[in-house]
């Protein structure tokens, strides 16, 4: 008793003393000669990486749900969501949950700091990765928050972000892209190499720029024509123009540190070896053009792991179906005319493998390609739409440029000029009729996207309905044996972001992945 009589003494003695020299004590601990703030180009460097090497949002929202609804890829896993339209709450989240506190979080940070300033550069590409992932995360879930998104440590009037509606957001996307694109400055100061898309180069980011703004455009194309004509016309007329050959394309070099997002979940042993291979839709669809980028894209038939099994014919490619189980997929197999009965099913080695060529650690990733923009410039040329050139012209272009991209990855991937040019004359774009242009333009568009960018795959399927594609319907699937709309909203901003989320469901519907978005009005 009498220890803490004499505690108690002293600290109301000290009281005084400690309270009023709070502010020298918090003084000794601030180093005068170090930086108080991260060097904003080194953190624009971080928010453009964080989009290919995050290989947790990479393998759930690209590869084990886009690219398999959209039919690039097929699974007998169960884990493999997307295939047989199954909700898991982490994989439809991963997205949501992890690119707000990071990406967002970090190039909002930017942006708010250099507006004003003379760092002109910095801001504006930091504005373009900001507006770059909100527009991906819109067209994965709807409303989102925007406008208040990434503003947190702001104070707490920024805690609980509504959620703007997607006509709003894309109004937003549009004038941040165009507010980006016209106060760069090639005389202004320049993050140069730590700029890993450009290196700093301002002719190129200006491109990039007008080419965002045709595939925003497209998007709308279908929901607000006028609008969308007004917003590819502009950019595809623009004095910096668009993309004019895949030397602008957008990409991210990895390496053994910062590796490519994707090959990190196509790598794993329980992927790669059992669960991934190409699907039934994409290789018969390859196969009926006679189109060269198989042996791109296919590996071959038989075990990833051993290259003396591989069956390299690109006749003799086989792919999975997609919306089978380990058990189911022997019957289909039966019907391919691969095994005699359902039990002589011993894997997945039957069919059709991703080139591991594609799946390195330090293999590039592409955010944006040429091929994409001169397919969608087809499209709006199509249109009667005032974008420069033919329709033929820009569908050419792009597929040529789709073709010749995957160099980029390994140069044994290189093919012919003159191969190339039997494969588009073999297509006939010029003598089909406009609807058959339509279709093989969104075709293409989707061969283009594969891997690097399911997101886009399934976002222009949505829009134009192209590929026509063959729904499963595996039971206890989700959607009733459609393919899903959307992704759904995080559980737990139900919790965390009651009111908004509740205004968010109330204005685009219920949060299933049937709901459709506001630009989802076409099939």
Not at 417 to 438: H, T, V
């Given at each position: 008793?009498k220890?803490?009589?004499?505690?108690?003494?002293?600290?109301?003695?000290?009281?005084?003393?400690?309270?009023?020299?709070?502010?020298?004590?918090?003084?000794?601990?601030?180093?005068?000669?170090?930086?108080?703030?991260?060097?904003?180009?080194?953190?624009?460097?971080?928010?453009?990486?964080?989009?290919?090497?995050?290989?947790?949002v990479?393998?759930r929202?690209?590869?084990?749900?886009?690219?398999?609804?959209?039919?690039?890829?097929?699974?007998?896993?169960?884990?493999?969501?997307?295939?047989?339209?199954?909700?898991n709450?982490?994989?439809?989240?991963?997205?949501?949950?992890?690119?707000?506190?990071?990406?967002?979080?970090?190039?909002?940070?930017?942006?708010?700091?250099?507006?004003?300033?003379?760092e002109?550069?910095?801001?504006?590409?930091?504005?373009?990765?900001r507006?770059?992932?909100?527009?991906?995360?819109?067209?994965?879930?709807?409303?989102?928050?925007?406008?208040e998104?990434?503003?947190?440590?702001?104070?707490?009037?920024?805690w609980?972000?509504?959620?703007?509606?997607?006509?709003?957001?894309?109004?937003m996307?549009v004038?941040?892209?165009?507010e980006?694109?016209?106060?760069?400055?090639?005389?202004?100061?320049?993050?140069?190499?730590?700029?890993?898309?450009?290196?700093?180069?301002?002719?190129?980011?200006?491109?990039?720029?007008?080419?965002?703004?045709?595939?925003?455009?497209?998007?709308?194309?279908?929901?607000?024509?006028?609008?969308?004509?007004?917003?590819v016309?502009?950019?595809?007329?623009?004095?910096?123009?668009?993309?004019?050959?895949?030397?602008?394309?957008?990409?991210?070099?990895?390496?053994?540190?910062?590796?490519?997002?994707?090959?990190?979940v196509?790598?794993?042993?329980?992927?790669?070896?059992?669960?991934?291979?190409?699907?039934?839709?994409?290789?018969?669809?390859m196969?009926?053009l006679?189109d060269?980028?198989?042996?791109?894209?296919?590996?071959g038939?038989?075990?990833?792991d051993?290259?003396?099994?591989?069956?390299?014919?690109?006749?003799?490619?086989?792919?999975?179906?997609?919306?089978?189980?380990?058990?189911?997929?022997?019957?289909?197999?039966?019907?391919?005319?691969?095994?005699?009965?359902?039990?002589?099913?011993?894997?997945?080695?039957?069919?059709?493998?991703?080139?591991?060529?594609?799946?390195?650690?330090?293999?590039?990733?592409?955010?944006?390609?040429?091929?994409?923009?001169?397919?969608?410039?087809?499209?709006?040329?199509?249109?009667?739409?005032?974008?420069?050139?033919?329709?033929?012209?820009?569908?050419?272009?792009g597929?040529?440029?789709?073709?010749?991209?995957?160099?980029?990855?390994?140069?044994?991937?290189?093919?012919?000029?003159?191969?190339?040019?039997?494969?588009?004359?073999?297509?006939?774009?010029?003598?089909?009729?406009?609807?058959?242009?339509?279709?093989?333009?969104?075709?293409?568009?989707?061969?283009?996207?594969?891997?690097?960018?399911?997101?886009?795959?399934?976002?222009?399927?949505?829009?134009?309905?192209?590929?026509?594609?063959?729904?499963?319907?595996?039971?206890?699937n989700?959607?009733?044996?459609?393919?899903?709309?959307?992704?759904?909203?995080?559980?737990?901003?139900?919790?965390?972001?009651?009111?908004n989320?509740?205004?968010?469901?109330?204005?685009?519907g219920?949060?299933?992945?049937?709901?459709?978005?506001?630009?989802?009005?076409?099939?």
């Amino acid at each position: 008793m009498k220890n803490k009589l004499m505690i108690a003494v002293l600290a109301m003695f000290l009281l005084p003393f400690t309270a009023c020299d709070n502010d020298a004590l918090l003084d000794i601990n601030v180093d005068p000669n170090s930086s108080t703030e991260l060097d904003f180009d080194f953190i624009l460097a971080d928010v453009q990486g964080g989009l290919t090497t995050n290989g947790y949002v990479q393998s759930r929202a690209n590869i084990i749900y886009s690219s398999t609804m959209i039919q690039q890829l097929a699974s007998t896993a169960g884990f493999v969501s997307g295939d047989k339209y199954f909700w898991n709450e982490q994989y439809t989240s991963a997205m949501f949950q992890d690119y707000y506190p990071s990406i967002i979080k970090n190039a909002t940070h930017i942006v708010d700091n250099l507006e004003g300033t003379d760092e002109v550069n910095t801001y504006a590409m930091a504005k373009v990765v900001r507006t770059y992932t909100l527009h991906r995360l819109t067209d994965m879930y709807g409303n989102v928050p925007y406008s208040e998104a990434g503003r947190g440590l702001n104070g707490q009037e920024n805690w609980f972000p509504k959620y703007d509606s997607q006509q709003e957001i894309y109004g937003m996307i549009v004038s941040d892209l165009r507010e980006a694109r016209d106060i760069m400055n090639p005389n202004a100061p320049n993050p140069g190499i730590q700029d890993i898309y450009y290196q700093g180069d301002i002719a190129k980011w200006q491109r990039y720029i007008n080419s965002l703004l045709v595939r925003v455009g497209m998007r709308m194309s279908k929901v607000d024509a006028g609008t969308a004509q007004s917003v590819v016309e502009e950019a595809a007329n623009h004095s910096a123009g668009t993309f004019q050959s895949n030397d602008d394309n957008t990409y991210v070099v990895h390496n053994d540190a910062a590796t490519n997002g994707n090959s990190a979940v196509i790598i794993s042993d329980n992927y790669r070896k059992g669960n991934a291979r190409l699907s039934r839709t994409f290789i018969d669809w390859m196969k009926s053009l006679d189109d060269p980028r198989m042996m791109i894209i296919s590996g071959g038939v038989g075990d990833p792991d051993m290259p003396s099994t591989w069956i390299t014919d690109p006749e003799e490619q086989v792919g999975m179906p997609n919306g089978y189980d380990g058990e189911t997929i022997g019957e289909v197999a039966v019907e391919q005319g691969l095994i005699a009965t359902p039990d002589d099913y011993v894997d997945n080695n039957i069919y059709s493998f991703i080139n591991p060529k594609l799946y390195d650690f330090s293999d590039p990733m592409y955010l944006h390609t040429y091929a994409e923009v001169e397919l969608l410039l087809a499209e709006a040329a199509l249109k009667g739409w005032n974008v420069g050139g033919t329709a033929q012209e820009h569908f050419e272009n792009g597929v040529a440029a789709a073709i010749t991209k995957w160099v980029e990855y390994d140069a044994s991937l290189e093919r012919s000029q003159a191969e190339i040019d039997a494969y588009i004359d073999g297509l006939d774009f010029g003598s089909a009729s406009a609807a058959d242009q339509e279709r093989m333009i969104g075709e293409q568009y989707w061969a283009a996207t594969f891997l690097d960018n399911g997101y886009e795959s399934y976002a222009n399927w949505r829009r134009t309905g192209y590929p026509v594609l063959t729904p499963t319907n595996y039971p206890g699937n989700q959607t009733g044996g459609t393919i899903p709309r959307r992704l759904l909203y995080p559980a737990f901003e139900q919790s965390e972001n009651p009111d908004n989320f509740a205004a968010a469901v109330a204005a685009q519907g219920p949060n299933t992945f049937t709901t459709r978005m506001w630009w989802d009005v076409a099939n």
